[in-house]
């Protein structure tokens, strides 16, 4: 494999504007992120007729090369090519771009959640599959076998304060162990458990949908704990540690060198955690609760409630993922997770990646371009298993119709599923193999789920690809060729 993909990186890092035009670098399943010091300098129309680059997107303050599910190979070649730093960071002390507050929002986002995603992905995998096994009788909830499995599959999310710490403190570039130091003082049992093991001494905002009750103080101040504590949760943690960035750089400048290495994180970690559970991690807290509550609120209006969220949802979610907005639902999902045990809210977007799927497929079928079939067949395929970009970028949205008609279906099946009530009950990966994530863990709504939002796939796949054979001529294909 070594060298497969060097003429490759070699062709995009200088379109790119060359490695002294390179902020930083990084990717996600299908795309390469760059920041680049001047965008001016990179050659869009180059890149798009290199074999092997999808599509070039421009998104959240980011210049965007979207590769496919061989981006791994190919950003290993590029930092290679570039001699940029294995973290992906080249020149940070270069002055930063003014950006837009959605741009500052996205990029936080993408770069925190992104590098956890997949460990999420493989712990929820193994959940919803656990929850299967479990409910088929294959294996027992009081096994030995049951109990090691959880410790991980549980352990990533129970433990994801921890896991975001690291990754916020790289994002806000502090020393990465005081960020991870401070998502493991929010998982410390022993402040986890304290509504367990203790009495309540009080409570703050009584009466209403936030009533918060406190069960020990900090110098005299109450101490706010939400019903599960901070475990799984993602809010308070991001801005906790950039609570401690702002500190600690303050410190790191006025602290003497020769104490720097140990006072700097210690009075950082002093000032931040107490400052965490006192008002960060509540305010932070009353902000995503009262977010799920609104959602949920919307979802749980008679008819018109599920309906209305799943078919938005199902109608809006493949533009999201095109202006990189998809990764600001990860923390709803995973605040609604944490707080409710599931989350119905987002179970409308499910359909997307499959009738995406379809309308690529329906293109692969119908098309006589050879060169567009070798494309759509392993975007479909993808697609199937739930990873749509090369689907979008390299079939369906350069066409625009059949986009439309994929988002279009999507609406209509995504309806479908908020209509029902599906539900799913742990975070993982969409696709064909997300569907184990559906199964309720409790047994008491069996495969219910699964069964509507399958309806819902085949309602959104059956309209998109229909919709797809009847409208789609390769003329389309000429006509934007020639444009």
């Given at each position: 494999?070594?060298?497969?993909?060097?003429?490759?990186?070699?062709?995009?890092?200088?379109?790119?504007?060359?490695?002294?035009?390179?902020?930083?670098?990084?990717?996600?399943?299908?795309?390469?992120?760059?920041?680049?010091?001047?965008?001016?300098?990179?050659?869009?129309?180059?890149?798009?007729?290199?074999?092997?680059?999808?599509?070039?997107?421009?998104?959240?303050?980011?210049?965007?090369?979207?590769?496919?599910?061989?981006?791994?190979?190919?950003?290993?070649?590029?930092?290679?090519?570039?001699?940029?730093?294995?973290?992906?960071?080249?020149?940070?002390?270069?002055?930063?771009?003014?950006?837009?507050?959605?741009?500052?929002?996205?990029?936080?986002?993408?770069?925190?959640?992104?590098?956890?995603?997949?460990?999420?992905?493989?712990?929820?995998?193994?959940?919803?599959?656990?929850?299967?096994?479990?409910?088929?009788?294959?294996?027992?909830?009081?096994?030995?076998?049951?109990?090691?499995?959880?410790?991980?599959?549980d352990g990533i999310f129970y433990f994801l304060p921890i896991?975001?710490?690291?990754?916020?403190a790289r994002k806000f570039k502090i020393n990465e162990f005081?960020?991870?130091?401070?998502?493991?003082?929010?998982?410390?049992?022993?402040?986890?458990?304290?509504?367990?093991?203790?009495?309540?001494?009080?409570?703050?905002?009584?009466?209403?949908?936030?009533?918060?009750?406190?069960?020990?103080?900090?110098?005299?101040?109450?101490?706010?704990?939400?019903?599960?504590?901070?475990?799984?949760?993602?809010?308070?943690?991001?801005?906790?540690?950039?609570?401690?960035?702002?500190?600690?750089?303050?410190?790191?400048?006025?602290?003497?060198?020769?104490?720097?290495?140990?006072?700097?994180?210690?009075?950082?970690?002093?000032?931040?955690?107490?400052?965490?559970?006192?008002?960060?991690?509540?305010?932070?807290?009353?902000?995503?609760?009262?977010?799920?509550?609104?959602?949920?609120?919307?979802?749980?209006?008679?008819?018109?409630?599920?309906?209305?969220?799943?078919?938005?949802?199902?109608?809006?979610?493949?533009?999201?993922?095109?202006?990189?907005?998809?990764?600001?639902?990860?923390?709803?999902?995973?605040?609604?997770?944490?707080?409710?045990?599931?989350?119905?809210?987002?179970?409308?977007?499910?359909?997307?990646?499959?009738?995406?799927?379809?309308?690529?497929?329906?293109?692969?079928?119908?098309?006589?371009?050879?060169?567009?079939?070798?494309?759509?067949?392993?975007?479909?395929?993808?697609?199937?298993?739930?990873?749509?970009?090369?689907?979008?970028?390299?079939?369906?949205?350069?066409?625009?119709?059949?986009?439309?008609?994929?988002?279009?279906?999507?609406?209509?099946?995504?309806?479908?599923?908020?209509?029902?009530?599906?539900?799913?009950?742990?975070?993982?990966?969409?696709?064909?193999?997300?569907?184990?994530?559906?199964?309720?863990?409790?047994?008491?709504?069996?495969?219910?789920?699964?069964?509507?939002?399958?309806?819902?796939?085949?309602?959104?796949?059956?309209?998109?690809?229909?919709?797809?054979?009847?409208?789609?001529?390769?003329?389309?294909?000429?006509?934007?060729?020639?444009?």
């Amino acid at each position: 494999m070594a060298g497969t993909y060097d003429d490759l990186a070699r062709v995009i890092l200088e379109n790119v504007g060359g490695s002294a035009n390179v902020d930083s670098i990084g990717h996600c399943i299908t795309r390469l992120r760059f920041k680049l010091k001047d965008e001016a300098k990179a050659n869009d129309e180059v890149l798009e007729a290199t074999d092997g680059v999808v599509k070039i997107m421009h998104a959240g303050g980011q210049y965007q090369v979207v590769i496919g599910p061989h981006v791994n190979e190919v950003y290993d070649a590029v930092v290679a090519a570039g001699d940029l730093n294995a973290g992906g960071s080249v020149d940070e002390d270069a002055p930063a771009k003014k950006q837009t507050f959605m741009n500052v929002a996205i990029d936080l986002i993408s770069g925190i959640l992104q590098p956890v995603l997949p460990v999420l992905a493989a712990g929820g995998m193994t959940k919803g599959l656990l929850s299967l096994a479990a409910f088929l009788g294959w294996i027992s909830k009081d096994s030995g076998t049951y109990t090691v499995i959880c410790s991980f599959a549980d352990g990533i999310f129970y433990f994801l304060p921890i896991f975001l710490g690291l990754t916020a403190a790289r994002k806000f570039k502090i020393n990465e162990f005081v960020g991870a130091a401070i998502g493991a003082a929010l998982c410390f049992p022993a402040m986890v458990n304290i509504g367990a093991t203790a009495e309540a001494l009080g409570s703050v905002l009584a009466g209403t949908p936030f009533e918060m009750s406190y069960y020990a103080t900090f110098l005299g101040l109450p101490v706010i704990m939400p019903q599960s504590g901070y475990t799984s949760s993602v809010i308070p943690v991001v801005l906790a540690v950039w609570f401690a960035s702002v500190l600690y750089k303050k410190l790191e400048s006025a602290t003497p060198s020769a104490i720097r290495f140990f006072v700097v994180p210690m009075a950082t970690l002093l000032v931040t955690v107490p400052m965490t559970y006192l008002a960060i991690g509540p305010v932070a807290s009353i902000v995503t609760n009262g977010l799920s509550l609104l959602l949920q609120s919307i979802y749980e209006i008679p008819m018109v409630g599920g309906l209305l969220c799943g078919a938005f949802l199902g109608g809006v979610y493949q533009v999201m993922v095109i202006f990189g907005l998809h990764w600001a639902c990860v923390p709803i999902v995973l605040t609604n997770l944490s707080v409710l045990g599931f989350d119905a809210v987002l179970s409308g977007r499910e359909v997307c990646t499959f009738a995406q799927t379809a309308a690529t497929f329906a293109i692969f079928l119908k098309t006589r371009d050879s060169k567009l079939k070798q494309i759509a067949l392993p975007a479909a395929i993808t697609g199937f298993f739930g990873t749509t970009e090369p689907c979008i970028y390299g079939v369906t949205l350069p066409k625009k119709k059949p986009f439309i008609i994929s988002c279009i279906a999507s609406a209509i099946g995504g309806g479908f599923v908020g209509l029902m009530g599906v539900k799913k009950f742990t975070s993982g990966f969409s696709g064909i193999l997300g569907l184990p994530i559906f199964v309720d863990p409790s047994g008491a709504e069996g495969v219910t789920n699964v069964i509507w939002l399958v309806v819902g796939i085949l309602i959104a796949m059956a309209i998109s690809f229909v919709g797809t054979w009847l409208t789609y001529r390769d003329e389309d294909k000429q006509a934007a060729a020639a444009r």
